[in-house]
């Protein structure tokens, strides 16, 4: 069984009265341990998609299975739970709550999930120390790079040993450096058994990952494989083709 399935999603919005569709009828498959990058332009769908799979909204129409559960008709404190214990999720802004330290910012969501809290404490240390950052506990955010900070966003959405783990542009606050170093993490814990799935209109990003979906308006156009992890030059060339 596929660890994430999404059939036929539809998303449509309204604005001051007007309605606007995001999602055209998307289907989606990934097996578990893949490393899947979903890229198109800004305002194609990517994020709205995300949104939906991780089960912070719900779809106008179609459905959202993951895990054999079918989140998109769960209650809202039903889905809050599925996204703590089985769903790993990266913002783009890092979303680290600036009063608290590294270690609590990363502690939270495995008390949340009321995991004991020696467990919790030993499974941060193991994170931040894989992801490098394991003197930086008693930090907070204010005094972390940029890089820093998504490395400890990071380790919060793995906290719980997510099933699957979504990243939304996540190198995209970030330094050319720093961002290669995130992905590098991503393709460390890939390699390791994580399923990820990430968002971005970046071809390197893109190039990382195992498979590469294209979106446009709303809908999957094609799909391919990077036959080099960090070479864009062949998703810059199928980007122009399905963009044309």
Do not use: W
């Amino acid at each position: 069984m596929p660890t994430l399935q999404a059939h036929n999603l539809h998303k449509t919005y309204r604005s001051d009265g007007v309605a606007v569709t995001a999602l055209r009828g998307v289907d989606l498959s990934l097996e578990r341990g893949e490393f899947v990058a979903i890229m198109g332009p800004s305002g194609c769908g990517k994020s709205t998609l995300l949104h939906l799979l991780a089960g912070l909204d719900t779809p106008t129409q179609g459905e959202v299975i993951l895990e054999g559960q079918p989140i998109h008709a769960l209650s809202e404190s039903r889905r809050a739970v599925l996204r703590r214990t089985a769903v790993g999720f990266v913002f783009q802004a890092y979303n680290l709550i600036p009063n608290l330290t590294v270690a609590d910012n990363v502690d939270l969501p495995g008390l949340l999930a009321r995991s004991p809290a020696a467990e919790v404490s030993q499974r941060r240390q193991e994170l931040l120390t894989l992801l490098g950052i394991a003197d930086k506990a008693n930090a907070f955010p204010s005094q972390l790079s940029g890089g820093q900070q998504q490395r400890v966003a990071i380790a919060r959405a793995l906290i719980n040993t997510p099933t699957l783990l979504l990243a939304d542009e996540p190198t995209g606050n970030l330094d050319s450096r720093s961002g290669n170093e995130v992905l590098a993490l991503f393709r460390d814990l890939n390699a390791q058994g994580q399923t990820i799935l990430l968002v971005t209109h970046d071809p390197k990003v893109a190039s990382f990952a195992r498979r590469v979906i294209f979106m446009r308006d709303g809908v999957f156009v094609s799909q391919m494989q990077p036959r080099q992890q960090g070479d864009p030059s062949q998703i810059i060339s199928q980007l122009v083709e399905v963009t044309l």
